[in-house]
């Protein structure tokens, strides 16, 4: 299930990026005394009272200048804004209602999304402070006093923001529709496979790289189920992204990735693999995506009767790291094996929500642990004393064992390879997780 976007924003040097790292627990967002030092987009998990949302940090937002890093910082926040389901907008106590924050106030009431106010730096406990009442001309509603360094304020600021999010099971009503991001290299032919699925010019298709700017979000309807198909920019070397647009293009499609359950990773079959390639698919399997591999331009390849079986086996040593993806050979130009993707997709998507029993984990666990015997040091062998699924998208799973330090890299795939084999689960990530019963910790 897509979780809800959530993003602060606010003039520079407010203290965005401090909250930020407050919210997700952990420092992702770099903090300094200098304003504009967060320039990208920056995406963290975050949990309240059992509400899971995207956390994205924004640099700061200076609505009246039109040029240099600030307009690209500016273009970058509304990006944020305009993808968001809620915004938490930062101020400063100490600086006071500014122009700029009446400015940025104005922009977010133009959005239409619903807007949670803060005024950072509010590091005394006790009665409020005077100064906080001003904020209320901003017209932004309830004022929220918190201390982004302290953490005081942050549990009201979060029950106010996830009243504005939807319940889980409301938008699962909404997630029907198997949402995909089509994504990979520039030019790989991304918008001519979405076009032709649509049956119209839709997405602009040229032969020079970066056509695509946004992440276009469209429906699909037909025999094999609905989909939402997102043509999304070409992801470059981070060398090779220049400032300005095509780098806003390339966050817009990381958070393409982050919404969506399945990923088509277009190849360019006339190029071959590059390590580029390897990289765009990090980023689906890092999220536990579903996954397809699909080489496109096919029809552009001379072959014969063995080609396509080289061509796999390359693939499958080129993506080790992801051996469970299906790898499919296509032509957007000409439609080959289109229909199959659709089948595919909806595959896929199945198995990254696959739940399996206990029971059967725990016979499955049995019959593996008896055909190779778990590893031991000094006297000492490991125990698993039971396995649980715990979660979906991607299927998790908990082993509870007598030591962590026992379960070695290589028999936690040696497991992995046992599920897969009862269970199938092509197309999806697996995440298998240690617990010492008794300790609560996780490896």
């Not at 499609?253 to 006339?270: K, P």
């Amino acid at each position: 299930m897509a979780k809800p976007i959530v993003a602060v924003v606010g003039r520079p040097n407010v203290g965005k990026s401090t909250l930020f790292n407050k919210l997700i627990g952990q420092r992702l967002a770099i903090v300094e005394d200098t304003p504009g030092v967060t320039r990208d987009r920056i995406f963290g998990d975050c949990e309240w009272q059992e509400h899971r949302f995207l956390l994205v940090d924004t640099g700061g937002i200076e609505p009246g200048i039109d040029d240099g890093i600030l307009l690209h910082m500016r273009e970058q926040a509304q990006v944020a804004i305009d993808s968001a389901d809620c915004i938490i907008m930062v101020t400063d106590l100490h600086a006071g209602v500014t122009a700029q924050d009446q400015d940025v106030a104005a922009m977010l009431m133009r959005s239409g999304k619903p807007v949670v106010l803060a005024v950072n730096k509010v590091d005394k406990v006790g009665a409020p402070p005077l100064e906080l009442y001003d904020f209320y001309s901003l017209g932004l509603g309830e004022v929220f006093p918190v201390s982004s360094v302290h953490g005081h304020g942050t549990g009201d600021l979060l029950d106010a923001v996830c009243s504005h999010l939807k319940p889980a099971e409301e938008r699962a009503e909404e997630d029907e529709r198997i949402s995909v991001a089509v994504i990979g290299r520039p030019n790989v032919g991304k918008s001519s496979l979405v076009n032709y699925v649509l049956g119209e010019q839709r997405m602009i298709v040229a032969n020079e790289a970066g056509t695509t700017r946004d992440a276009i979000d469209t429906q699909v309807d037909n025999q094999y189920g609905s989909f939402i198909f997102t043509d999304t920019a070409g992801l470059r070397k981070k060398g090779r992204v220049e400032s300005g647009v095509e780098r806003y293009s390339v966050l817009r499609s990381l958070a393409a990735v982050e919404r969506s359950r399945v990923c088509v990773i277009m190849i360019d079959a006339t190029e071959g693999f590059t390590e580029q390639d390897s990289k765009v698919a990090g980023y689906a399997h890092e999220q536990g995506k579903g996954c397809i591999i699909a080489v496109n331009k096919w029809d552009a390849v001379e072959k014969d009767d063995k080609t396509m079986d080289a061509a796999r086996k390359k693939l499958v040593n080129d993506f080790s790291f992801m051996s469970y993806a299906p790898i499919i050979f296509i032509s957007a130009k000409t439609g080959q094996r289109v229909d199959r993707l659709f089948q595919l997709i909806k595959y896929v998507d199945e198995q990254n929500a696959l739940r399996v029993t206990t029971g059967m984990l725990n016979e499955l666990l049995a019959r593996a642990t008896a055909r190779v015997q778990p590893p031991s040091d000094k006297g000492k062998r490991l125990k698993i004393f039971y396995m649980t699924q715990i979660s979906t998208r991607p299927p998790t799973f908990v082993c509870f064992v007598n030591r962590r330090d026992l379960f070695h890299f290589s028999y936690q795939r040696y497991i992995e390879n046992q599920i897969r084999e009862t269970f199938g689960l092509e197309g999806t990530p697996v995440r298998l997780i240690v617990r010492e019963r008794g300790d609560g910790k996780t490896k």
